[in-house]
């Protein structure tokens, strides 16, 4: 599955932005889906997912209450959508995409920056 994520760009403390990341295949229904992220001279974390069915999600703490994800599975898309956004979410967004073959999420979206200035 390929993976194009867009919507980053620059925002102010307290703002928001909405991801979107955009899925090719046939079986993006059957796919859990999840944001992580990246700051410079960090490792890339976890900061949201989404599951196949039922669509129950799951949050960094960092995060919780403020960010939302959700999935279009009729337009193959999964979106973050960011609240109150703070100088610390500045980092590289990656989607990223586990096919439920005991891989886990080994399918990435090349990345979308989002900057979050005080």
């Known amino acids: 599955v390929q993976l194009q994520a867009s919507g980053g760009g620059l925002a102010q403390a307290g703002g928001s932005l909405r991801l979107s990341c955009a899925a090719s295949?046939?079986?993006?229904?059957?796919?859990?889906m999840a944001w992580f992220r990246q700051s410079p001279g960090k490792e890339r974390d976890f900061v949201a997912t989404?599951?196949?069915?039922?669509?129950?999600?799951y949050y960094a703490d960092s995060v919780k209450g403020r960010f939302a994800i959700s999935r279009d599975n009729a337009k193959k898309t999964v979106y973050l959508q960011m609240t109150s956004l703070k100088p610390e979410d500045t980092a590289v967004y990656y989607c990223?995409?586990?096919?439920?073959?005991?891989?886990?999420?080994?399918?990435w979206g090349q990345g979308t920056l989002v900057t979050v200035s005080s």
């Open positions: 989404i599951t196949w069915i039922g669509g129950s999600t």
């Open positions: 295949g046939r079986t993006f229904s059957s796919y859990d």
């Open positions: 990223a995409a586990d096919l439920r073959d005991g891989l886990g999420f080994r399918s």
